[in-house]
């Protein structure tokens, strides 16, 4: 009798882990950072502090008491390098004893490079009150595994895409004490592919793709607080629940499997992103020299499953623990119009071990940073950056099943490891008031 499926299929569950492996490029598992040439420069030290349009997706405070109207926007090249290595994964087939799960052993670079732009403008209403607006992409990557890699039945072709729009609005309720709140309004487009196992090892694999988008909603909220020397900044990023709506085809499946091939459309998976609290603290040490620091808790552990809707109606356990970064800086005033800048971040990964598979071979990580900034007008200024990010090697180890629950129930055991792996990052961008 042909076989059906009754649980999720390995590109099913790939669906969110796939969105986890940006997390390579330079921040905490799927979320980007790198949202400010200014703020990249240091590391990322002290943006829920600062203030103007720059800082404004990190504290929709920062732009209340803005004088001018302001705008700033940057871009990122991401160049991400690094080795996902086969250590001994098995794959049993139905009615067969457990065999290597074959194909080239090494995936060298499956992270493809990027550039992520992002801009933000703020006006004054008068002087204590300015609204804004800032466009990011926060979850933005593609990765491109080779079709006869060992990684092939979790991880092929991924591609994911966010814009995030963020109107904003701040206020100076005294002198020292300033306040924001913003809405984020934010649309997903994702695609991702991987390889299936027919019955026997010397039949062609088959294929499945799963692609879908969709918008939802989140809100951001600030406060700082200010004197002479020293500025604080707290603020909240909520959690957003994602659901996404789109269409899973399988194909090239034979014999048994044959009549499991299919186009489903109106597919939906629903997930959530972490929200994040943001400490920042700015010290004016002299003249010249300001000391900067932030910290980030993640509460990933809202991203304990994604949800897949009608026809397969299961839950998919994804049990992301709870994580952080701690980053330092300084901005040093070289003249009026030249700052130069440094930064150190250290990043601890939301993957656990026994957990964590080749589309998200997120590691803890170092982030070592360098920039600075020239006044080329009274209103215009540049910002550049350069940041390496060092991550630990970790292993790649998660167990899946194609066809789960089904007469053609086919483990695989991941066995791998991330080796090597490192991204250089260069940012660019500009600020005017106008």
């Known amino acids: 009798m042909p076989i059906r499926f009754k649980a999720p299929l390995l590109g099913a569950t790939a669906l969110v882990s796939s969105i986890g492996f940006a997390g390579v490029a330079h921040a905490d598992a799927f979320y980007l950072e790198a949202q400010s040439a200014r703020g990249a420069g240091r590391a990322f030290s002290g943006e829920a502090a600062d203030t103007g349009p720059a800082s404004l997706w990190w504290n929709p405070a920062a732009i209340a008491g803005i004088t001018d109207a302001e705008a700033a926007v940057s871009a990122t090249a991401i160049l991400p390098k690094g080795e996902v290595i086969d250590n001994g994964t098995l794959i049993r087939r139905p009615g067969q004893a457990f065999a290597p799960v074959g194909g080239n052993g090494v995936s060298r670079d499956p992270i493809n490079n990027g550039v992520l732009p992002s801009g933000a403008i703020a006006y004054p209403i008068n002087d204590r009150i300015a609204v804004g607006l800032a466009v990011t992409s926060p979850f933005s990557f593609t990765t491109d595994y080779d079709a006869n890699s060992w990684a092939r039945y979790s991880a092929d072709k991924t591609r994911l895409r966010t814009i995030d729009i963020q109107p904003s609005v701040g206020i100076v309720l005294t002198d020292w004490l300033r306040v924001g709140g913003a809405l984020n309004v934010e649309y997903t487009d994702a695609f991702l592919s991987n390889q299936l196992p027919n019955v026997l090892a010397s039949l062609p694999d088959g294929t499945q793709t799963l692609k879908g988008h969709g918008w939802d909603f989140g809100w951001t909220a600030g406060v700082q607080l200010h004197n002479d020397i020293a500025t604080v900044g707290i603020s909240y990023k909520s959690s957003i629940e994602h659901t996404l709506t789109g269409q899973l085809n399988i194909y090239n499946l034979v014999g048994p499997l044959a009549a499991s091939n299919t186009s489903l459309s109106d597919v939906q998976a629903k997930f959530r992103t972490p929200g994040q609290v943001m400490v920042a603290g700015r010290l004016k040490a002299t003249n010249a020299l300001t000391l900067n620091a932030q910290v980030v808790a993640y509460n ?115 066995n791998g490891l991330l080796r090597n792996a490192h991204a250089v990052v260069l940012s660019l961008g500009g600020r005017v008031t106008f």
Request: glycine share 6%; aromatic share 10%; proline share 7%.
């Open 300 to 414: 990933w552990s809202k991203f304990d499953a994604i949800r897949l809707g009608a026809p397969l109606n299961v839950a998919l356990p994804e049990n992301y623990r709870d994580s952080w970064s701690l980053a330092g800086g300084v901005d040093y005033a070289l003249s009026p119009k030249a700052t130069v800048r440094a930064g150190l971040q250290r990043t601890i990964t939301p993957t656990q071990d026994g957990l964590r598979d080749a589309r998200v071979p997120d590691a803890n990580r170092w982030t070592y940073a360098a920039g600075g900034s020239y006044q080329l007008t009274p209103h215009i200024a540049l910002d550049a950056a350069a940041s390496y990010v060092d991550f630990s090697d970790t292993t790649i180890d998660r167990v899946t099943a194609a066809y789960a629950g089904t007469p053609a129930q086919t483990p695989v055991v991941t």
